[in-house]
């Protein structure tokens, strides 16, 4: 059997050596065009830091090595131009002119490409670049040696265009950073976004959010944004999304579905027997809608490319689809998330309900420990949990990574408090804040606690609730108060329920919402109706900072 490969990296190599494991025999031939069938496109923007000193550690395997371990008949170099799938031919051009390849299986794994817009003076700048692949880092790290840039823009704050702004921080330019969307990491919610757009200002780069970039003047030297603000930069990265490369299918007539993506059954096929396609360029299932979305990530491409080759190789597999757990450092801080937020949703018409809470990465009375700011996403009826969100600056890998396990083991609310993780006080606490965001979340699904969102809390306030903060006096005075809240700490609370009106809704707060939770118990069983705010002070004033006093 032939098998011909478009496309290596992560999809494209992991079912070529996949398939050397099951069919010693097959003949594999992997067409890549580009110079290199596998590097690590993940560590591009730490090689532009300087963290990854050397350029051959982002190349993963050579065609020689590949050659001699697994034999696989790597050609890089050469561009996949056609396909007949009537005759099963591939047309090929590469170094050495254009050929045709026969296969009996084919897989496509061609990737995606930067998104770049046609805004005015982008054709004519000379100092604006793309980052997808090693090529891409050649020509930035080589612009930087030979022009010495002072200032950068990075025009896009998704995760590629944060750890792009780091990197160049790091090599000492001044960075702009612009997002059309209205805050930094739009697959965040915006509270929980905050922590990392003000960790970006902490660290000396300008934000510029709910704007795009409407010119590139002087030859990409100025940026201007909408709203009238030029930017000078000498060196520009457009970091503002990819889109699936599906030139290939496209002509040969293989059916695409949104924005482009390649269509496939559960057992990767696209419309063209025995062509099959995996990795970005493909639509996959979100497993939690069971709808049609596009995740180009590097572990589900890593899985697909493996799965399929098992369903070439007469084993049963199934597309069972992603949740898109991702995570990024932004210098002291992680942002990690997985499933849906907020905005996806609403327009999807799911009821939800939203807990959030901060928590230590190990035991308090341990020297190092460090604030996570967890929220968790569920349905409020059967504790079905939606996705998760998590910043600090340690462990909030470990915890998302848990919550997208308990996702795909359709695990509930109820049994994140079941879950029992290893714990000494150097690694961790007695209740895991995963555990804590089970015990939150549950309180809500059997009434014990309703809470309301810091976005909710202004209309909250024009209804004339009262706005109750049982912090401890000193730490009004240290940190602040949100406007309008009363001061009654929570362990005087039962000696001053007179100062509580009982004819009103009651909005409690105090640091992260635990003790409110508390006093939010105590008011419900004295006849009050009483409501937490969700995150509460941390929460609120990282959105809201206008309205501490």
Request: hydrophobic share 40%; charged share 25%.
């Amino acid at each position: 059997m032939r098998i011909v490969i478009v496309g290596g990296v992560a999809g494209g190599m992991s079912a070529a050596t996949r398939l050397r494991r099951l069919q010693e025999d097959a003949e594999i031939i992997i067409l890549e065009k580009g110079p290199y069938v596998s590097f690590a496109n993940c560590g591009l923007p730490y090689f532009v830091s300087g963290e990854i000193t050397k350029r051959e550690n982002l190349l993963v395997q050579t065609p020689d090595r590949l050659k001699a371990r697994f034999n696989l008949d790597v050609r890089v170099n050469s561009e996949a131009v056609a396909i007949d799938g009537d005759k099963k031919e591939i047309h090929v051009r590469g170094e050495e002119g254009e050929y045709a390849l026969t296969y009996d299986k084919l897989i496509l794994s061609p990737g995606a490409r930067p998104f770049v817009p046609n805004t005015p003076g982008l054709q004519e700048a000379k100092n604006v670049f793309t980052m997808r692949n090693v090529p891409d880092v050649d020509r930035v790290t080589k612009y930087i040696a030979e022009n010495h840039p002072k200032k950068a823009v990075v025009i896009g704050a998704g995760f590629i265009g944060l750890e792009m702004a780091e990197a160049l921080k790091h090599q000492g330019l001044h960075v702009s950073v612009v997002e059309m969307a209205p805050h930094v990491l739009p697959p965040f919610d915006e509270e929980m976004a905050m922590f990392i757009q003000k960790e970006l200002k902490k660290n000396g780069i300008d934000v510029y959010t709910g704007v795009a970039a409407s010119g590139f003047l002087n030859e990409g030297n100025v940026v201007e944004l909408q709203n009238g603000v030029k930017l000078e930069s000498d060196l520009t990265i457009m970091s503002v999304g990819v889109l699936p490369e599906n030139t290939l299918a496209q002509t040969a007539g293989i059916a695409l579905g949104m924005r482009g993506g390649i269509l496939v059954d559960e057992s990767y096929e696209t419309s063209v027997k025995d062509v099959y396609a995996v990795g970005d360029a493909i639509i996959v299932k979100n497993q939690i809608l069971s709808e049609d979305t596009m995740i180009p990530l590097a572990n589900p491409a890593n899985r697909q490319g493996r799965q399929v080759a098992d369903v070439i190789s007469g084993y049963r597999r199934k597309n069972r689809g992603s949740i898109g757990t991702a995570i990024v450092r932004v210098f002291h801080l992680s942002g990690a998330s997985v499933g849906l937020n907020e905005r996806q949703l609403k327009m999807v018409g799911k009821t939800y309900k939203a807990v959030h809470v901060t928590a230590n990465d190990h035991a308090g009375y341990f020297p190092g420990a460090t604030s996570i700011y967890l929220k968790l996403l569920f349905n409020p009826e059967d504790g079905t949990i939606y996705g998760a969100q998590g910043v600090g600056e340690k462990g909030v890998d470990k915890r998302i990574d848990i919550i997208a396990t308990a996702i795909k083991g359709h695990l509930t609310v109820e049994d994140l408090m079941e879950l029992e993780f290893t714990y000494a006080p150097p690694f961790g606490s007695a209740k895991d804040p995963v555990n804590m965001l089970g015990y939150a979340a549950t309180n809500i699904v059997e009434g014990f606690s309703e809470n309301i969102q810091w976005h909710e809390l202004a209309k909250k306030r024009e209804e004339g609730a009262f706005l109750l903060d049982v912090r401890d006096e000193s730490e009004v005075r240290r940190s602040g108060a949100i406007k309008g809240f009363v001061n009654i700490p929570l362990n005087s609370l039962r000696d001053r329920l007179s100062e509580i009106p009982k004819d009103q809704d009651i909005v409690i707060s105090c640091a992260s919402a635990q003790r409110s939770y508390m006093a939010e118990r105590l008011l419900k069983q004295k006849g009050y109706k009483a409501m937490n705010l969700s995150g509460a002070f941390n929460i609120y004033s990282m959105v809201k900072s206008e309205e501490i006093i």
